[in-house]
């Protein structure tokens, strides 16, 4: 585990799971230190098709997910949670962020795979997956952005990993089918890779997260860490998050070339409304 300067460090998975129903399971495994105190923490985040989205987090305890060659297995019992991914396509890289303060570091190792994630008490989702990491050393409200855009689209033609850092000067990293794509217009509707002929649309038919999830995490935290609340600016604290499961559908120079299934989010530093 490294430090920062300043004693931060953050490592977050983000695994995910589809069905061709649109049912969606989405795993968070992470751990952050802070002025030499550290604190785990586990999420699933569940969208059934008819039902909506629904959350549990744990404090405290953590199984970190496990690597073995193309497969990634996270097995946490006490939380409810079994899941099992096969990579489909090369892992991806991107160092997002450096300065004095520290660097963001992202791993996508399963840009798409073959994935199951049985829930206990639940139902047990089984189609095209999706894993990350993201190893931050600085303070993510260090990090120079307005907005935030993620996503990830997956079909068994085609997939899509986005991600955009917007402000001044804004960011973005965009593959599809694995290979880098520059000058992508990336919003919440969709895609377009002016260069390839390329568009992405996505209809935002279920919403998964639609509140401040930052703000609600951090007062979560404050009984593990006192006065961690204390630090963070309001504009990030405040930030508004939309995330949605989507059906996409990829046009090539106009003419559909398939459909799949997108999840992906907008975070809003510059609307922060106060609390």
Same mark, same amino acid.
């Given at each position: 585990?490294?430090?920062?300067?300043?004693?931060?460090?953050?490592?977050?998975?983000?695994?995910?799971?589809?069905?061709?129903?649109?049912?969606?399971?989405?795993? =968070?495994?992470?751990?952050?230190?802070?002025?030499?105190?550290?604190?785990? =923490?586990?999420?699933?985040?569940?969208?059934? *098709?008819?039902?909506?989205?629904?959350?549990?987090?744990?404090?405290?305890?953590?199984?970190?997910? @496990?690597?073995?060659?193309?497969?990634?297995?996270?097995?946490?019992?006490?939380?409810?949670?079994?899941?099992?991914?096969?990579? *489909?396509?090369?892992?991806?890289?991107?160092?997002?962020?450096?300065?004095?303060?520290?660097?963001? *570091?992202?791993?996508?190792?399963?840009?798409? @795979?073959?994935?199951?994630?049985?829930?206990?008490?639940?139902?047990?989702?089984?189609?095209?997956?999706?894993?990350?990491?993201?190893?931050?050393?600085?303070?993510?409200?260090?990090?120079?952005?307005?907005?935030?855009?993620?996503?990830?689209?997956?079909?068994?033609?085609? =997939?899509?990993?986005?991600? /955009?850092?917007?402000?001044?000067?804004?960011?973005?990293?965009?593959?599809?089918?694995?290979?880098?794509?520059?000058?992508?217009?990336?919003?919440?509707?969709?895609?377009?890779?002016?260069?390839?002929?390329?568009?992405?649309?996505?209809?935002? @038919?279920?919403?998964?997260?639609?509140?401040?999830?930052?703000?609600?995490?951090?007062?979560?935290?404050?009984?593990?860490?006192?006065?961690?609340?204390?630090?963070?600016?309001?504009?990030?604290?405040?930030?508004?998050?939309?995330?949605?499961?989507?059906?996409?559908?990829?046009?090539?120079?106009?003419?559909?070339?398939? /459909?799949?299934?997108?999840?992906?989010?907008?975070? *809003?530093?510059?609307?922060?409304?106060?609390?």
């Amino acid at each position: 585990m490294g430090k920062s300067r300043n004693n931060f460090y953050l490592s977050k998975w983000y695994l995910d799971c589809m069905d061709e129903q649109g049912n969606a399971a989405i795993g =968070y495994a992470a751990t952050m230190r802070w002025r030499g105190l550290e604190l785990p =923490y586990t999420s699933l985040l569940l969208y059934e *098709d008819g039902k909506g989205a629904s959350e549990r987090s744990r404090f405290q305890q953590l199984n970190w997910p @496990s690597q073995m060659g193309d497969q990634i297995i996270w097995e946490d019992g006490s939380f409810g949670i079994s899941g099992w991914w096969e990579a *489909d396509a090369p892992p991806l890289t991107a160092r997002l962020y450096r300065s004095e303060k520290g660097s963001v *570091d992202w791993q996508c190792f399963q840009p798409r @795979s073959h994935a199951l994630f049985d829930i206990a008490d639940g139902p047990v989702i089984k189609g095209l997956g999706y894993a990350e990491r993201l190893v931050l050393t600085v303070e993510p409200w260090k990090i120079p952005m307005e907005q935030l855009h993620w996503g990830r689209y997956l079909s068994d033609q085609d =997939y899509l990993v986005w991600i /955009e850092f917007r402000g001044s000067p804004s960011r973005q990293w965009v593959w599809h089918n694995g290979i880098p794509v520059e000058g992508a217009v990336i919003d919440e509707e969709g895609l377009q890779l002016p260069q390839q002929g390329i568009h992405l649309q996505l209809d935002r @038919s279920g919403t998964l997260e639609a509140e401040k999830k930052i703000f609600n995490v951090v007062r979560s935290m404050v009984s593990y860490l006192p006065g961690f609340n204390r630090i963070v600016p309001r504009f990030f604290l405040n930030a508004n998050e939309h995330k949605w499961r989507s059906r996409g559908k990829l046009l090539e120079r106009g003419e559909v070339k398939g /459909e799949g299934w997108a999840i992906h989010e907008l975070v *809003d530093f510059t609307r922060a409304e106060e609390l």
